[in-house]
């Protein structure tokens, strides 16, 4: 069973950038898809980006054109660079396979808090 340990996250300023990791236990090459969710307190986990194996991304409409998804299956690592934060992407990160696939278990995840 793959476990993914995300890190990353911080306070930073509205306009702020950062850039979260996660590596998983095991090989994800054999995981078509890897993707990046977020939930904020109050609020159902959501979809935030999507990476296939060859390259092929998703985004959700909120973080089109900040957010870039990537992996490294070499390293088991996939990664979210994110810039031009806003205050309503403040929430727990977490990585798992694509939403279409069978979850894996979900890692603790990481906190990011936009604010000034």
């Known amino acids: 069973q793959v476990q993914f340990v995300e890190s990353g996250g911080d306070l930073v300023q509205p306009g702020g950038s950062l850039g979260l990791s996660c590596v998983a236990s095991g090989t994800i090459r054999s995981i078509y898809a890897m993707a990046w969710y977020r939930q904020a307190p109050g609020k159902q986990r959501e979809l935030v980006a999507i990476?296939?194996?060859?390259?092929?991304?998703t985004y959700a409409d909120s973080v089109k054109g900040r957010f870039t998804i990537s992996r490294d299956n070499a390293k088991n690592t996939v990664y979210l660079q994110m810039v031009s934060l806003k205050p309503e992407d403040t929430a727990v990160y977490y990585c798992?396979?694509?939403?279409?696939?069978?979850?894996?278990?979900w890692g603790q995840g990481t906190q990011v808090t936009v604010s000034s």
């Open positions: 990476i296939r194996n060859g390259g092929a991304t």
């Open positions: 798992n396979a694509g939403p279409w696939l069978p979850q894996y278990s």
